[in-house]
């Protein structure tokens, strides 16, 4: 087998990159030392789920070539720390995927083993269009390792949203404090019952800030229970920040 990057199986030429061929030796060490002592295992690298390797001695292996880049920070991050290994994920010889040599077909398929909870998320009647093919797992997360919460691949959650969501970015003459903070005070950041995305459905949604029993909403509060859904942004729409010089509440 010619490791070219990750080399040829059976006549099957597997993703290429910069480096130059490696040799079986390069990854399972030398050939030579295991005719010697099969038994041995620290003369024949074995990576799969039966080998006695620790997750750090295998992943030592892949960090010789992959430490660069988007896996700069992969020393500390919370799948290290697990003893999550790099064949855990991805497969030399026999990926499933058309890109990152993973062990799945799609990276939903393969995130979704482990974080369970988030893919059944997903199939919640509002939620990130990663079923439709539209956005993977990597679209906000670096798996290897950030310097931020939850493995976002931003510098913040704000800045991860944003990237997509332009029109929320601001900086606004009037600023929502809640959406300038952190976007999951309001929103799932996976999937809701809730359009789009809410924690909870308004009115409750502003009410768990705006505390006050009575708003109303008409010149004759008796008809407020009138108004069309009951919502708040029928009145307040520029709810992540204005920039009308009268926007201070966020009205039309």
């Not at 499933?96 to 998320?121: A, F, I, N, W, Y």
């Not at 997360?141 to 310097?147: D, E, K, R």
Request: charge should be positive; proline fraction near 7%.
């Amino acid at each position: 087998m010619e490791h070219s990057l990750h080399g040829k199986l059976l006549g099957t030429k597997l993703s290429k990159g910069d480096l130059q061929p490696r040799g079986c030796e390069g990854c399972h060490g030398a050939g030579s030392k295991h005719l010697e002592d099969p038994g041995n295992p620290t003369f024949n690298l074995r990576f799969g789920k039966q080998s006695p390797l620790a997750a750090a001695d295998k992943n030592a292996v892949c960090l010789q070539c992959h430490q660069r880049g988007k896996r700069i920070l992969w020393q500390g991050s919370p799948h290290e720390t697990r003893d999550v290994a790099c064949v855990t994920c991805h497969s030399v010889h026999s990926p499933e995927s058309e890109k990152g040599q993973l062990v799945k077909e799609t990276q939903p398929d393969l995130c979704g083993q482990c974080h369970q909870v988030r893919d059944m998320q997903f199939r919640r009647s509002s939620h990130m269009p990663v079923r439709e093919g539209k956005m993977t797992c990597t679209s906000c997360h670096n798996p290897h390792g950030t310097a931020t919460e939850k493995l976002i691949a931003e510098v913040s959650l704000n800045e991860s949203c944003t990237k997509c969501h332009a029109d929320k970015r601001g900086p606004f003459l009037w600023e929502h404090a809640p959406v300038l903070e952190n976007c999951l005070n309001c929103h799932q950041a996976h999937g809701s019952n809730n359009a789009p995305l809410l924690k909870t459905k308004l009115p409750r949604l502003c009410q768990q800030c705006h505390t006050f029993s009575r708003h109303p909403s008409t010149p004759n509060p008796q008809t407020a229970r009138f108004v069309f859904n009951r919502s708040c942004v029928n009145c307040h729409p520029m709810i992540h920040g204005s920039n009308h010089p009268s926007g201070v509440y966020f009205t039309r």
